[in-house]
């Protein structure tokens, strides 16, 4: 089991920028992808991001292409999601998820733990 905690969620105007962190603990796998999700308030929980673990594959949801970045430095057991240029409608509270093996994957059913998220407001 993976304990994730997530960080760097805020109130900032559109356009602005924010990076979120979320780091890693407890009893882990040699190995795991990690990915990004968010759900806003009514709404279902969508995929925002992955990353495998060496960081060479890298996926995202066609709404935040060319505007977010996922990396990870496995060394301090953290992943990041850069998030630029934001909209109002990425408003929403955001979780990172470890997920079940090496690669990438697009579905909650593809990652085993679940951090607590972090509130993102951007405002117009």
């Known amino acids: 089991q993976v304990q994730l905690v997530e960080s760097g969620g805020g109130l900032v105007q559109a356009g602005g920028s924010l990076r979120l962190s979320c780091a890693a603990s407890?009893?882990?796998?040699?190995?795991?992808?990690m990915g990004w999700f968010r759900q806003a308030a009514g709404k279902e929980r969508e995929f925002v991001a992955a990353?495998?673990?060496?960081?060479?594959?890298?996926g995202y949801a066609d709404s935040v292409q060319g505007r977010f970045t996922i990396s990870r430095d496995n060394a301090k057991n953290t992943v990041y999601l850069q998030m630029d240029s934001l909209k109002p409608e990425d408003t929403a509270v955001y979780y990172c998820?470890?997920?079940?093996?090496?690669?990438?994957?697009?579905?909650?059913?593809?990652?085993?733990?679940w951090g607590q998220g972090t509130q993102v407001t951007v405002s117009s």
């Open positions: 998820a470890a997920g079940r093996g090496l690669g990438v994957a697009t579905s909650p059913f593809g990652f085993a733990d």
């Open positions: 407890g009893r882990t796998s040699s190995g795991y992808g």
């Open positions: 990353i495998s673990w060496s960081g060479s594959h890298t």
